[in-house]
C-alpha cells in the first residue's frame, strides 16, 4: 500500500539559508500535518491542511510558511535558518470522516543546520 | 488545550514478560480519539492501537491491548508476550473528534527496553 512520501529524506543548509520540505500524502488522503520533533523530544505540531485550507495552527515560527497544492502534495518553506531548527520534521495524512481517523506518518525529513 | 502526559520517562520487561505504559490525558471534549504510537530507532513512526472515546470496549490488536479509563482519563497499553522488536519509544496521543485536520498532541513518550 502506498505511504506519506517525503522528500529529502536528509538535508543540511547553513544558518540564514532557506530550506524546502515536501510531502506527498497517501492517495485520496485530504489532511496533511506537520510536525516537528527535536533531539529527545516528542513530536510538536506545526499546522495543518484540509482540503487545501489551513485548518489548525500550532507553534510554527513566523519564518516558516506551508500550504497544500491542488494535488494534495503539501511544501513546508523555512527561511532564515537557524541551530534550533535542526530537527526531524514528519509530515502525516490523514482521512476526514473515517471511523478510525488514525494519521500515517511519513518517514520524515532529517534537517541539519549548520 | 488539551494535554498528554506520560509520567514514565523510562520501562523495561523481560523478553516473553507483559509490561503497561501509563498514559493520562485532559480535555473538556467528550468524543476523541486516543492512540498510541511505537518510534523504534529508526525513527518512523508507527501506529499500535487506536481507541474511540465513544467505545466502551478497550481496543486489542494482538499482543497490545489498552485500558481505556474515560472517566480517571486514563489509558494505558499493555504489551504482552514482550519481544526483542517491541523495544523502542513509545508515545501517545489525543486527537479530538475529526471535523477538519485537528491536530495530535502527543506526550512526553516513554523508551522501552526489553531485555532478552
Known amino acids: 500500500a502506498a505511504g506519506v512520501i517525503q522528500s529529502p529524506r536528509h538535508l543540511i543548509k547553513e544558518k540564514r539559508e532557506t530550506a524546502t520540505l515536501k510531502c506527498y500524502p497517501i492517495?485520496?488522503?485530504?489532511?496533511v500535518y506537520w510536525y516537528q520533533q527535536g533531539p529527545g523530544q516528542d513530536p510538536q505540531f506545526l499546522i495543518s491542511?484540509?482540503?487545501?485550507?489551513?485548518?489548525d495552527k500550532g507553534s510554527i515560527p513566523d519564518r516558516f510558511s506551508a500550504q497544500q497544492f491542488s494535488d494534495y502534495h503539501s511544501e513546508l518553506n523555512m527561511s532564515s535558518l537557524e541551530l534550533g531548527d535542526s530537527a526531524l520534521y514528519f509530515c502525516a495524512s490523514s482521512l476526514v470522516g473515517r471511523t478510525n481517523t488514525e494519521a500515517f506518518f511519513g518517514q520524515g525529513t532529517r534537517l541539519t543546520v549548520v | 488545550a488539551q494535554t498528554v502526559t506520560q509520567s514514565q520517562p523510562e520501562m523495561s520487561v523481560q523478553e516473553a514478560e507483559t509490561v503497561t505504559l501509563s498514559c493520562t490525558y485532559d480535555?473538556?471534549?467528550?468524543?476523541?480519539?486516543l492512540f498510541w504510537y511505537k518510534q523504534p530507532p529508526s525513527r518512523q513512526m508507527i501506529l499500535v492501537i487506536r481507541?474511540?472515546?465513544?467505545?466502551?470496549q478497550n481496543a486489542t490488536e494482538n499482543r497490545f491491548s489498552v485500558n481505556f479509563q474515560k472517566a480517571a482519563k486514563s489509558f494505558s497499553l499493555k504489551i504482552s508476550d514482550s519481544q526483542l522488536g517491541d523495544a523502542a519509544m513509545y508515545f501517545c496521543a489525543y486527537k479530538a473528534q475529526e471535523t477538519s485536520g485537528s491536530r495530535l498532541t502527543f506526550g512526553e513518550g516513554t523508551q522501552l527496553t526489553v531485555n532478552p
Open positions: 492517495p485520496r488522503h485530504d489532511t
Open positions: 491542511f484540509y482540503e487545501k485550507m489551513q485548518s
Open positions: 481507541q474511540e472515546a465513544y467505545k466502551q
Open positions: 480535555t473538556s471534549e467528550s468524543d476523541y480519539y
